[in-house]
């Protein structure tokens, strides 16, 4: 069965900080997908990254990185520096690669990010 | 604005009574997908179409529950005999899917939300 965990229900930092936001999955598959989207409180799910099973590099985005590690079956976040506008809920979520071209997306319970000033 | 829209982006209604949803994906998608998500959870898959064929529906997806794509373009979800346990924000998703490559998978974009509220 596919799942996805993340841990951390909420987390607050101060502006300038770092932080780490964690997601561990489970898959039968040898071929999945993962992703993390960002949930404002406006509420529209933006996406941020998707990372294919075949590629464990690592990734960087300004202040966002990526950490794929299969051997741990995780793909944590990391926002440096981090900002109040990037208070929101963060998902992470796997998709089964069943059709090549990955199905539908099972998501984390999210995590709540709060960023004061 | 070319992105994924929903329309209403509210709606209330009694017990009982049905209601439908619409979505228009991103113009050149070729799949669409329905979510829902209740309060401090993450979205749940209902189903999802590749044009206008229907390819999987999760059991979520009650009898109560019916989605369509006539054309390939629009979809619409309609709950029938609507219960308070189906509160939720209804979130819709496209993408494009090309070819046979691993490369060709592409992220699902999400629209707004249609927030359902049953009295």
């Known amino acids: 069965a596919q799942k996805v965990t993340q841990a951390q229900t909420e987390i607050s930092v101060v502006e300038k900080e770092d932080v780490t936001l964690d997601c561990v999955y489970e898959?039968?598959?040898?071929?999945?997908?993962l992703f993390w989207y960002k949930q404002p409180p406006s509420g529209e799910l933006v996406f941020l990254i998707r990372?294919?099973?075949?590629?464990?590099q690592n990734e960087i985005s300004g202040r966002y990185s990526w950490n794929f590690q299969k051997s741990t079956s995780s793909f944590n976040f990391t926002i440096t520096a981090s900002q109040v506008v990037d208070s929101a809920v963060y998902f992470c979520?796997?998709?089964?690669?069943?059709?090549?071209?990955?199905?539908?997306?099972?998501f984390g319970k999210g995590t709540t990010l709060s960023v004061s000033s | 604005d070319t992105g994924v829209s929903q329309d209403p982006r509210h709606k209330i209604t009694k017990r009982g009574q049905n209601v439908t949803f619409r979505c228009d994906p991103i113009?050149?998608?070729?799949?669409l997908y329905w979510y829902r998500q209740t309060l401090g959870q993450g979205p749940e898959f209902l189903t999802y179409?590749?044009?206008?064929?229907?390819?999987?529906k999760s059991r979520l997806l009650s009898d109560r529950f019916s989605a369509e794509r006539p054309k390939g373009s629009f979809s619409t979800l309609e709950i029938q005999r609507t219960e308070q346990g189906d509160s939720a924000m209804y979130l819709c998703?496209?993408?494009?899917?090309?070819?046979?490559?691993?490369?060709?998978?592409?992220?699902?974009?999400f629209g707004p939300g249609t927030r359902l509220t049953v009295l």
């Open positions: 998703a496209s993408s494009l899917v090309a070819g046979g490559l691993r490369s060709s998978y592409n992220e699902q974009f």
């Open positions: 898959t039968r598959d040898t071929t999945y997908y």
């Open positions: 990372r294919n099973s075949f590629d464990e």
């Open positions: 979520a796997l998709s089964e690669g069943r059709d090549q071209a990955g199905t539908a997306l099972i």
């Open positions: 113009s050149e998608h070729n799949r």
């Open positions: 179409f590749q044009n206008e064929a229907q390819l999987e």
